[in-house]
């Protein structure tokens, strides 16, 4: 399997498509919950937003100078669209955007009807919850937590210091929890 840089070497050198193809295959998924945290409810803006994405990566690729790790200059660029994007939807449609948490994958042995139905009611509860968290406070979580970057990466890709992470992921998990503990009683 070729390593990032090859594959990005390959399509800027040599303007082999399927080399970006490779490399946006690789980090699409990623790209989706970043948008999904940062941006639109609706799946069609959603869409539109990670489709803006790529096209902006498509472009901005030559110019990747590998000084940071590729997975933060893209995030960098999704936020920077999503952010982009729900600017404008707010002055078109005159109403606030909140992010959509990924569905979650069944699987082959997926549990009965009856525990179908309490898992999907969960999962609306906790998506519930989430929406409820500040854009930001989103952010940091999903970073975190599902992307798992440190706090050097959460930092570059939101243009803060670390120490400035830290202590924002701190607060945004204490608010996740009271709001879980609110939802609980």
Do not use: C
């Amino acid at each position: 399997m070729k390593s990032d840089e090859a594959l990005i070497r390959q399509f800027v050198e040599d303007g082999d498509s399927k080399a970006f193809e490779t490399l946006v295959g690789r980090r699409l998924p990623s790209i989706r919950r970043i948008v999904a945290a940062a941006g639109p409810r609706e799946p069609e803006d959603r869409d539109d937003a990670v489709q803006e994405v790529l096209i902006r990566l498509h472009r901005s690729l030559p110019t990747y100078r590998f000084d940071a790790p590729l997975t933060t200059w893209i995030f960098r660029i999704a936020r920077n669209v999503t952010l982009d994007e729900e600017r404008k939807r707010r002055r078109t449609r005159g109403r606030e955007i909140r992010a959509f948490v990924a569905e979650t994958e069944t699987n082959e042995n997926s549990p009965g009807p009856e525990d179908q139905v309490l898992k999907k009611a969960r999962t609306e509860e906790l998506k519930e919850l989430f929406y409820r968290l500040s854009e930001k406070d989103r952010q940091l979580l999903l970073l975190r937590e599902q992307e798992e970057l440190s706090m050097v990466e959460i930092g570059a890709v939101l243009g803060i210091s670390p120490g400035t992470v830290k202590s924002r992921l701190s607060r945004a998990r204490k608010r996740a929890k009271l709001l879980y503990e609110e939802a609980g009683s």
